[in-house]
């Protein structure tokens, strides 16, 4: 990799729901320490990626809302690199406009894209990978992806099926949504198929030709815009379909590869996902201030720094909030973002 | 009855524990609206009493802690009749030090003696019964005690053994303690058993004999003492065991009489107690501020008025303070004494 020509892209517009009453859309996931690590996961991301790319070439894109949050966890980066987007899009508007952003510093330049709120463990090995995933796309010039090694058929995420081959970088088949549970099964038995990370590398030339090819409204909506002009950006970005990059482009693209990631990872989707990288007592609950009697099972995340006491309940969520107290089955959690609906509504 | 003549001692020196963290040491349950009737429980026990007893022949003794609370919750009452008991002591001496005070203001008077933090419905019931306890102990010179019809074997309460007869006024065979289950269902299929509401009547020359009789450790230490002076009365309590009325006088006593107390009655001593008498939605839930999905049977107390969210969970006590929040399975409330216990170490 060529230090000089790496850009990274930080992916940081949502909301995520499913984490009410401790995400919401005023302070939402990626501004958090869910771990308790001390750090919000968007500050974690920034470091990373700040191991081999520079702080000026680094772009966080936002919703219009969180600019001044990201600026506050990420001061090291140029005010003019926090990018606020005018209207809730899905990733590929987000992405091209951090393409073409990135094409007035540099018409050469080779761009990592990666969501803000997830968990990477094992920095060295991420860093190996995506050097091995910027050669591939630089001597290819091929639209590259991430790729984790299933550890259980797990039906949140999405799943890339590959060409076997014995090296680390493999030519994409196709790229699957979030299957059923039976179908999950049959991927972890068939053998070649990766979670997908949703984090992407590619040359920028490639990527803004890709999008004029494979998804012209988001080119006829942004390519000519003056990125100075809110008011012709967000005229623009309206303009866009509310479409992911997986699907606008990856499933379209002919040269699609992905680099086994054999770093550990969670998208931290879901409460689920969390509980399971937290430590634990040995009745399996996690949750640093609280008590727990005859309990097991129980996930407690509290911001009030409240005395909290579990008698004989299992596998509860429980979180405790300034405004908000949840308290959740975990079985039930995909029950939040119904949640959520009704508490905007009411 | 003799309203002139007619006296009452109410009985609020108890901290309720088992309603951590919603009754603290310093904030004890009788003076909480439990159940959200904009009253707490001993401003109901006074305004019941005072129907038929004049406030300046109402006494409430409580923990010398207590004293300015009952002030403020029952501003009726002459200062010089809310007294601090120096030292946590059970029923036996509370009781007495009542029937000292009066002595002082009447010779000749009759007492109610009546816990501060029951539930009672149906107030002109229960002012019939007291009214029949009244003119049984001046007619008899007994102790009396309102027992209430068994709805249920509860093992929560002790209970009433009588004579069956088929006036409303019974003689007293014996008082049984807190029964096992199998116990509580034979005393319910015998019919001859009422549970002990804790409600005392007698005349106050016949309590001073009687304790004198039965208790003389309590007569040697509080007969002589100068009711104006805090440190003999302290001195004086201190050497009084720690003894129920039941156990000490009750249960010993030749003449004791039950009167069938035909009104809607809880000694609110549990969750469960408290639930009972909370108006529920279809599905068993009870509190106002609570958002129930596919949850039942679940009790919400909120002080701090917070959005909750129960999903998916069945038969919670969830209980939130500023300070604190207990979540217990309903089967294990008689945790929650161990649960104090163990704050108060820590």
Not at 155 to 169: A, K, L, M, W
Request: include cysteine.
């Amino acid at each position: 990799m060529n230090r000089e020509k790496t850009f990274a892209v930080i992916m940081a517009g949502g909301i995520g729901s499913r984490f009410w009453p401790f995400s919401t859309e005023e302070n939402p996931k990626q501004f958090h320490d869910f771990l308790g690590t001390g750090k919000s996961l968007i500050r974690h991301t920034f470091d990373r990626l700040n191991r081999f790319v520079d702080a000026d070439k680094i772009l966080v894109i936002t919703n219009k809302l969180y600019v001044d949050q990201v600026k506050e966890h990420i001061p090291q980066i140029p005010e003019e690199n926090v990018i606020g987007e005018p209207t809730r899009r899905n990733t590929a508007p987000c992405i091209y406009l951090g393409a073409r952003f990135i094409e007035g510093m540099d018409s050469d330049a080779q761009v990592i894209v990666a969501p803000a709120d997830h968990l990477i463990l094992e920095e060295d090995k991420f860093q190996s990978c995506i050097q091995l995933a910027l050669d591939t796309a630089a001597n290819e010039n091929s639209f590259v992806t991430l790729g984790i090694e299933p550890s259980r058929p797990d039906t949140g995420y999405g799943y890339i099926e590959f060409e076997q081959n014995d090296s680390e970088v493999k030519k994409v088949i196709q790229f699957r949504e979030k299957p059923d549970r039976s179908t999950a099964e049959a991927f972890l038995k068939a053998g070649n198929f990766y979670w997908n990370s949703g984090i992407f590398i590619w040359n920028n030339r490639d990527l803004i030709d890709g999008i004029a090819r494979h998804v012209s409204s988001i080119q006829n909506a942004l390519s000519s815009v003056d990125l100075k002009d809110f008011e012709a950006l967000e005229a623009g970005y309206s303009a866009c379909p509310d479409i992911s990059i997986d699907y606008a482009l990856m499933e379209k693209a002919e040269k699609v590869n992905v680099v086994r990631g054999n770093f550990s990872w969670s998208d931290l989707g879901t409460w689920g996902s969390v509980y399971q990288h937290l430590e634990k007592d040995a009745f399996g609950n996690a949750g640093t201030t609280a008590e727990f009697g005859n309990s097991s099972g129980n996930l407690v995340v509290d911001e009030e720094n409240k005395k909290i006491v579990l008698e004989s309940v299992q596998d509860l969520i429980v979180i405790n909030t300034g405004k908000a107290l949840l308290i959740c089955h975990k079985d039930a959690e995909q029950e939040i973002k119904q949640i959520v609906a009704r508490q905007s509504k009411s």
